[in-house]
């Protein structure tokens, strides 16, 4: 399951592998309004660098065992401590998915066509490298 932004007047949709406590993730994220104005919808799937089982591991859990999860990702992107929390979750398969698709840090994108984007790229720009394909 991934997180979502959805955008009000979707173009497209960009699958995102994010860590939490990755600087460029948390960029990306502070301009979440920027890319949904493009008409970009924001999917996450976690990407913890370190590895499963480490501390930003089980953030991401904790993420995505939320009540709230869209905002538990943006409360643990400002640093804030989520409780800790365990459920059915699909963070170490999607760090296997990334891994497989060949993911080596954070953000790295996808978008529709199964094209890999690495690291961040303001919205602007990215809607226009979208447009350009």
């Known amino acids: 399951k991934m997180i979502v932004y959805p955008a ?5 949709k960009v699958t995102v592998f994010t860590d939490i406590d990755c ?8 301009e979440m309004a920027d890319y949904n104005a493009e008409g970009i919808t924001i999917r996450y799937m976690a990407y913890p660098r370190s590895g499963i089982g480490t501390r930003s591991y089980q953030k991401a859990v904790n993420v995505w065992c939320a009540d709230d999860p869209a905002k538990a990702m943006g409360d643990a992107k400002e640093g804030e401590t ?4 365990n459920c059915d979750n699909p963070v170490a398969q999607q760090y296997q998915i990334g891994q497989a698709l060949g993911v080596q840090g954070t953000p790295a994108m996808f ?3 199964g094209t890999s984007m690495p690291g961040y790229m303001p919205a602007k720009r990215l809607s226009a490298t979208i447009n350009a394909k």
């Open 8 to 12: 009000e007047n979707e173009k497209t």
């Open 82 to 85: 989520l409780p800790t929390k």
């Open 111 to 113: 978008l529709e066509d």
């Open 23 to 30: 600087p460029y993730c948390v960029k990306l994220h502070r």
